[in-house]
């Protein structure tokens, strides 16, 4: 897609479990995860307000 920006949910270190048998996520990540969801959305947000 253009002008898009691609957020997952792997963290330096980790290994690639996306799309595969077994896949998961640990909490504390998915919590890491949401937060940075939240702040880009607000980010997004504010800037579409102010023009």
Do not use: W
Request: proline share 6%.
């Amino acid at each position: 897609m253009r002008n898009t920006v691609a957020f997952g949910p792997i963290f330096p270190g980790q290994v690639e479990m996306s799309h595969l048998p077994n896949e998961f996520i640990a909490i504390e990540d998915l919590d890491k995860c949401t937060e940075i969801y939240i702040r880009a959305l607000s980010n997004l947000l504010t800037r579409e307000n102010k023009g």
